[in-house]
């Protein structure tokens, strides 16, 4: 067995996956990563060690025209060459407005969710690499995130459609027999639990996703907007981390490893949080834990308002983690929230006046009124 076969099966034991018995959708870009990825996995199966069923998953993004379609062929006979089913999106929209990487992903993660659900999938693997968690967490360090940000890519996390604001088949242009209204009505069984694992995250590198797929004399695709140095995360890759590696040779290490140990002493804090809420019962009392450590409201009232007392005397680092939680329950994301407005809401709450407000990315604002935070969406930006 190839090194890289037994690393994948060692991750899996890690990860706590199902060996048999199971479906599974692999989002398969082209890539050096997502290949290598396929290559291993259909390589345990050749050994029996997992009796699952992996479907194949493609979005072609329609950005780069003849190029993404190129992608798009390429997984296809990679899915015949090894006789696996398919899944196929397509974008007919070109982004030309608001963030063309998140809107990207986005698009992308509907897909994947729409297809795991419809088809009663465990999870959907992705090929993040040790370099993307590197990236992840200077991209986050850059903009200002807290603890939760700079913990990085989770290797293992539920699945939800409020992680990505579904948008309709129209807005995505979806290859899809029915074509309805909004993606959960597309959706067959979306009440199901599905898993988003990265297997590759805490251990591969790219260079050695490359040579995998060398190894077994595999072509893969290349993406030339990866060179395009007007994207912020092509230029943490190939500026920022060359002249970090003249420091230290395996920086790419280092981050993923500091986004680890930050990710257990968020779950530590989250710990903390829980227990000074339990005692105090006005600020987490109204929130409970779903199976991804995330917390989820009960009524609704408990969600757009916060009580106030006990707030004042948490010590500060619960106090972000309380306001991040419920700030992420009524947004659905922490998506463009940044220290400065933690903090502005943490000056309203230890403010003297009633009535005043803070603003917030995407036109919300929160007010402090009868000894709560209220949380209101005024306007849909554009």
Known sequence: ??????????????????????????????????????????????LEKLNLRFVIAHFNHNLRGEDSDADEQFVKNL?????????????????????????????RYDFLLETAANLDAYAVLTAHTLNDQAETFLFNLIR??????????KPRRSLKPADFGFRTTEDFGFQAEEQSPNTE????????????????????????TENFCLLNKIEFRYDAMNEDLKYKRVRIRKVLLPLLKDFNPKIVETLAQTARLLREDALALDAVTERSDAEKKP?????????DE???????????????????????????????????????NLRRLELKHIESIEKLIFSRKSGRTVELPGGEIVSKKDGKLHFQKTKVEK
Not at 84 to 107: C, M, V
Not at 296 to 315: A, C, H, S, V, Y
């Open 144 to 153: 200002g995130s807290g603890i939760e940000g700079l913990g990085g890519i």
């Open 283 to 291: 600020v987490t009392c109204d929130f409970e834990r779903d199976t």
């Open 185 to 208: 009505d597309r959706i067959k069984n979306h009440k199901s639990e599905i898993e988003l694992v990265r297997p590759l995250v805490n251990w591969a590198k790219r260079e050695d």
């Open 79 to 107: 899915a015949s060459q090894f006789g696996y089913e398919l899944a196929l999106g397509k974008s007919e929209t070109r982004f030309e407005t608001g963030n063309l990487e998140q809107n990207a992903r986005d698009a």
């Open 1 to 46: 067995m190839q090194k890289f076969v037994r690393n994948l099966l060692t991750e899996w034991r890690k990860l706590k996956l199902p060996f048999a018995d199971a479906t599974f959708i692999a989002a398969i870009s082209g890539g050096a990563d997502s290949v290598s990825l396929l290559l291993a996995l259909h390589e345990l199966k050749k």
């Open 294 to 332: 995330e917390r989820r409201p009960k009524t609704e009232d408990q969600t757009k308002n916060l009580p106030l007392k006990g707030l004042k005397d948490i010590f500060p680092s619960v106090r972000r983690t309380v306001l991040r939680d419920w700030l992420k329950e009524n947004r659905g």
